[in-house]
């Protein structure tokens, strides 16, 4: 059974750099059967597709957060990573990381994705 678990700062301040984890049990994100997805929620809005990281380490970014948008996999410890540049308040959300067998680029419907973590809120605030 695939399970993927967000972690990270519940709280950033504005300006600063986002830090997120992945870490996936029931499979190696080394392998070549699934992509590596970063969705977002923010309050009172729908699901946002901000990238994905395939399992040789290549790389999509939604193009309004690619300047700040970095995702990386540390396959020692089974684990995706998201870095998010400058953040501001209206990028308080709830993250999650999932995964699909295909690559997906732009989409979030859910049943799209094999699996999804059950999301890590992070709010922006000073």
């Known amino acids: 059974q695939v399970q993927l678990q967000e972690s990270g700062p519940g709280l950033v301040k504005p300006r600063q750099t986002l830090s997120l984890t992945c870490t996936v049990s029931?499979?190696?994100?080394?392998?070549?059967?699934?992509?590596w997805s970063w969705i977002r929620q923010s309050p009172g809005k729908g699901l946002e597709w901000m990238g994905v990281?395939?399992?040789?380490?290549?790389?999509y970014y939604a193009p309004h957060l690619k300047s700040r948008t970095s995702i990386a996999r540390d396959t020692s410890k089974n684990q995706i990573t998201l870095q998010l540049l400058s953040v501001a308040p209206e990028e308080t959300a709830v993250y999650y990381c999932a995964a699909s067998r295909g690559l997906i680029l732009e989409e979030t419907t859910r049943d799209l994705y094999d699996y999804w973590g059950q999301g890590t809120q992070v709010t922006i605030s000073s």
């Open positions: 990281i395939s399992y040789s380490g290549s790389t």
């Open positions: 029931g499979v190696s994100i080394a392998t070549g059967l699934y992509y």
